[in-house]
């Protein structure tokens, strides 16, 4: 039942593609030993990542893009920008990452938190991707990260994903950062891709913030 919900959600081809990468990451598992989470969510497994992907590579020319929690880097991988980078807590998937990925030139792996941000060598961002972490954030916080963040390095444009689907809640965003424009997750509909425009949030100076993570 379960397998076939799932066949449903992502399609034959890429069911029979994630088997084939389940086996791999199994491999990158055992060499490097990292959290089982990412075993459980192969590369095509997840219609969340498409929708981000294609959302990102809407935007032409874009200068860099980073991914925040990138974990084997499934999305980072394959932005296109003249410079990517992934960056996540976990060294251990950093270090698989990298070995995943070794073949994409522009793109380069961190290990670290939101602070990581401080180390890369841009001004700004263009596109910044939070994906799997703040999603059950309350609109609040949601803000209070993007401050947080933004302290760390300003960027034009910010994605993350919410399982929260309640009027209010949209209401709430809206108020905190203006129009937002979001997308189904493309597979069970159980969480939406959000996107923010910041052009204007330079606005936010750092005594309106409180710096936490
Ligand atoms: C659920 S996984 C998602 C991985 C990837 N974004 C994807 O969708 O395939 C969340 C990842 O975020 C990382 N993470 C959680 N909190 C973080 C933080 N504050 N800074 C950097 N990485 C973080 C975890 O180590 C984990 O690898």
Request: hydrophobic share 35%.
């Amino acid at each position: 039942m379960k397998v076939i919900k799932k066949l449903k959600s992502i399609g034959f081809q890429s069911m029979i593609l994630s088997s084939l990468d389940f086996a791999y990451t199994y491999l990158l598992y055992k060499k490097y030993n990292f959290d089982k989470w990412h075993l459980s969510a192969p590369k095509y497994s997840r219609t969340y990542r498409d929708v981000i992907i294609t959302t990102v590579n809407q935007n032409q020319n874009l200068k860099n893009c980073v991914e925040i929690g990138c974990g084997l880097g499934h999305i980072i991988g394959h932005i296109k920008a003249d410079k990517t980078y992934g960056i996540d807590l976990c060294s251990k998937v950093i270090e698989a990452a990298t070995f995943y990925y070794r073949k994409r030139r522009h793109l380069s792996f961190l290990s670290g938190g939101f602070e990581t941000l401080r180390d890369l060598p841009e001004d700004d961002i263009d596109a910044l991707i939070l994906p799997n972490i703040i999603f059950d954030y309350d609109a609040n916080r949601i803000y209070e990260t993007v401050s947080n963040l933004y302290q760390y390095k300003p960027f034009k444009m910010f994605i993350f994903d919410s399982y929260r689907q309640s009027p209010d809640f949209f209401e709430q965003l809206k108020d905190c950062f203006g129009d937002i424009s979001y997308y189904d997750d493309g597979g069970d509909g159980d969480r939406r891709i959000f996107v923010l425009s910041l052009e204007e949030f330079s606005l936010v100076t750092k005594e309106e913030v409180v710096l936490s993570e």
